[in-house]
């Protein structure tokens, strides 16, 4: 098993900045993979970036050039630097920790942090 805490959401107007923190803790060793996604009222939950061991680092398309996803392994924790942030961007944003084994992934989600960009 694999447990996540984040922090660091909020209220910021357009065109502001946030870090999101992500720390992991209980069977590290196992994760593959760590990320973050988002979901908004009405939509479904998407991948926003994402670390994986074997392809790297990964962003949507509508957030590149603008959020930095990073990690630091001492504290085995996963950050996403968010700059530029749009009325758009606003949801709740999920810390994922994912395990491949068998031919598929198996998935952990925190338990998710409000960001609101708004004026």
């Known amino acids: 098993q694999v447990q996540l805490v984040e922090s660091g959401g909020g209220l910021v107007q357009p065109g502001g900045s946030l870090r999101l923190s992500c720390a992991a803790s209980?069977?590290?060793?196992?994760?593959?993979?760590m990320g973050w996604y988002r979901q908004a009222p009405g939509n479904q939950r998407d991948v926003v970036a994402r670390i994986r061991s074997d392809v790297g680092i990964t962003y949507a398309d509508s957030v590149k050039g603008r959020f930095t996803i990073s990690r630091d392994d001492a504290e085995n924790t996963v950050y996403l630097q968010m700059n530029s942030l749009k009325p758009e961007d606003t949801a709740v944003y999920y810390c994922?920790?994912?395990?491949?084994?068998?031919?598929?992934?198996?998935?952990?989600w925190g338990q998710g942090t409000q960001v609101t960009v708004s004026s």
């Open positions: 994922n920790a994912a395990h491949y084994a068998g031919g598929r992934w198996y998935d952990y």
């Open positions: 209980g069977n590290i060793n196992s994760i593959n993979a």
